[in-house]
């Protein structure tokens, strides 16, 4: 498994693979979609480090980070997300293990993630891996509950 800077020719991948998760879509954006343009505003921008994951030679899933949020100046995973056809397969746990190795050798000794309060399965997998929750945040209209993980 390797991470792949997302560049503006493999979008139309990103975009299929975002698509093929509808009922996240929807939670977020009440939509069961998102644009091209859409996707090119999140995942090329100078904020947040956005990376295919491939495994297998194939494009699997997206792992978007943001090195320092400046509301509290610590290490976000802005999306992880599987293309819906390799749900339940163990590729999530594996794609976020490998992350959190390369976050350890780069000297981070935590990192957080917001998820929509919505989201249960989301919940179960961040706490699987070690997640632990500190707070209930305000996002657009939504609640976000806030997890960190300590990496020492």
């Known amino acids: 498994m390797i991470f792949q800077s997302i560049t503006e020719d493999l979008l139309d ?14 939670l977020e954006n009440g939509v069961p979609s998102r644009t091209i ?5 999140e995942f090329l921008n100078q904020n947040t480090e956005s990376n295919l994951i491939f495994l ?3 494009y699997i899933g997206i792992i978007d980070f943001l090195k320092n949020n400046p509301n509290d100046n610590c290490p976000w995973i802005g999306l992880l997300m599987i293309h819906r056809e390799y749900h339940c397969k163990g590729y999530g746990k594996m794609a976020y293990n490998l992350f959190e190795e390369k976050l350890k050798q780069q000297s ?3 990192v957080r ?5 919505e989201n249960k399965i989301a919940k179960e997998f961040w706490t699987s891996l070690g997640f632990k929750f500190y707070a209930y945040k305000q996002w657009k209209d939504k609640t ?3 997890f960190e993980k300590q990496l020492i």
């Open 37 to 41: 343009e859409e996707v090119k505003n």
């Open 56 to 58: 297998e030679n194939k």
């Open 108 to 110: 981070f000794n935590k």
């Open 13 to 26: 991948i990103v975009l299929e693979i975002i698509n093929s998760n509808t009922h996240y879509n929807i």
């Open 113 to 117: 993630i917001g998820i929509l309060q």
């Open 144 to 146: 976000i509950e806030c």
